[in-house]
T-cell receptor
């Protein structure tokens, strides 16, 4: 079975400061890892994905994530947070043989002006 | 990027009635679509996998007679909540995987269902 853990329900950061949203995963075989962002009453917007290759993945809106196989982590990062980054962030994983994504519980990011 | 359109974006219905939610892939063909349910402040839970031309595959604990899924064409999947009750009130989201790379998933805008 595949699973995703997002240990923080909420992350608070001041505008202009770097942010990190944590994610660890468990999956059989090589993982496909994703980050999505959700604004209130909206669907999910794709931010970035790791399939293979470089461990540091760059995505939309200045976000990036680092794949760490030994720690089974895929933390989302951004060097300088914006107030408009405030939203709900989901980490997701897909393993070999299963096409549907398994999502983490979500982390609410609050960026204060 | 690929676009998945979901309709309606919100619906209010009376208990006992049925509600149909549509999910369309606008610029690509989707032989598979996924239906998720999201409760307030919770994550997305996979309900079922919709397969074009065959029966849907339901996750454990999901009532197939209550949540009817039809995947009539390569661009349309529908979820019908039959005999809706207040506890069915939720946010329903569909998604379709990237058929070529089979990696990414494209999500609809979601449907907020409120049963009164």
């Amino acid at each position: 079975a595949q699973s995703v853990a997002q240990p923080e329900d909420q992350v608070n950061v001041a505008e202009g400061n770097p942010l990190t949203v944590k994610c660890t995963y468990s999956v059989s075989g090589n993982p496909y890892l994703f980050w999505y962002v959700q604004y209130p009453n909206r669907g999910l917007q794709f931010l970035l994905k790791y399939i293979t290759g470089d461990n540091l993945v760059k995505g939309s809106y200045g976000f990036e994530a680092e794949f760490n196989k030994s720690q089974t982590s895929f933390h989302l990062k951004k060097p300088s947070a914006l107030v408009s980054d405030s939203a709900l962030y989901f980490c997701a994983v897909r393993g070999t043989g299963r096409r549907a994504l398994t999502f983490g519980s979500g982390t609410r990011l609050q960026v204060q002006p | 990027g690929a676009v998945v359109s979901q309709h309606p974006s919100w619906v209010i219905c009376k208990s006992g009635t049925s509600v149909k939610i549509e999910c369309r892939s606008l610029d690509f063909q989707a032989t598979t679509m996924f239906w998720y349910r999201q409760f307030p402040k919770q994550s997305l839970m996979l309900m079922a996998t919709s397969n074009e031309g065959s029966k849907a595959t339901y996750e454990q604990g999901v009532e197939k007679d209550k949540f009817l899924i039809n995947h009539a064409s390569l661009t349309l999947s529908t979820l019908t909540v039959t005999s809706a009750h207040p506890e069915d009130s939720s946010f329903y989201i569909c998604s379709a995987p990237d058929r070529i790379m089979n990696t990414e998933a494209f999500f609809g805008q979601g449907t907020r269902l409120t049963v009164v």
